[in-house]
T-cell receptor, first 115, second 113 residues
């Protein structure tokens, strides 16, 4: 079954700790994305990667970091510099190559709660 | 820059009622338009899309037509079911090199039996 997996589904961390969220896809997609969802605000783009070993900041990259060492994996680290990290985090992937017809498909999400 | 505006929610309907969820957009170039649905506690699922003016996207009884003259992509369904209760997001993808999505704020639909 092809798809996008995110783990864990729920994650709890103490304030001041870094935490890494996993995202894996077996769709052979080149492009991958991380979004943050807060109630009533829709989705906001954190980072995206069009190809292995390359990534760009999205609209709200401060306090986050990513890596793209393998095509199928795009982990997101929420650092202690992120002021308000409690949110629902969604990973997506697409075939890539640019253009408006490229369709993004989403994973099930990870809900991060910082205590 | 690009933007997507959705009607204010939440929306509550009785089963078998007609549904319209409004979506308008601002964009340069030739964007594609999407509707995504999010069921409680889950990620987003692509519901339908349209890639050029006058295209109609359809899926599971839902339809939306890409109207360039009114910059709109309203979602409709003739007869909603309880299982359609979810959050609906309108989004656009620009025609640049990065295919970035811009989302509306989403609207919660509740369908009562």
């Amino acid at each position: 079954d092809g798809g996008i997996t995110q783990s864990p589904k729920y994650l709890f961390r103490k304030e001041g700790q870094n935490v890494t969220l996993s995202c894996e896809q077996n769709l052979n997609h080149d492009a991958m994305y991380w979004y943050r969802q807060d109630p009533g605000q829709g989705l906001r783009l954190i980072y995206y990667s069009q190809i292995v070993n390359d990534f760009q900041k999205g609209d709200i990259a401060e306090g986050y970091s990513v890596s793209r060492e393998k095509k199928e994996s795009f982990p997101l680290t929420v650092t202690s510099a992120q002021k308000n990290p409690t949110a629902f985090y969604l990973c997506a992937s697409s075939i890539g190559g640019g253009g408006s017809r490229d369709t993004q498909y989403f994973g099930p999400g990870t809900r991060l709660t910082v205590l | 820059g690009n933007s997507v505006t959705q009607m204010e929610g939440p929306v509550t309907l009785s089963e078998e009622a007609f549904l319209t969820i409004n979506c308008t957009y601002t964009a340069t170039g030739y964007p594609s338009l999407f509707w995504y649905v999010q069921y409680p506690g889950e990620g987003l699922q692509l519901l339908l899309k349209a890639t050029k003016a006058d295209d109609k996207g359809s899926n599971k009884g839902f339809e939306a037509t890409y109207r360039k003259e009114t910059t709109s992509f309203h979602l409709e369904k003739g007869s909603v079911q309880v299982s359609d209760s979810a959050v609906y997001f309108c989004a656009l993808s620009d025609d640049g090199a990065n295919s970035k999505l811009t989302f509306g704020k989403g609207i919660t639909l509740s369908v009562r039996p």
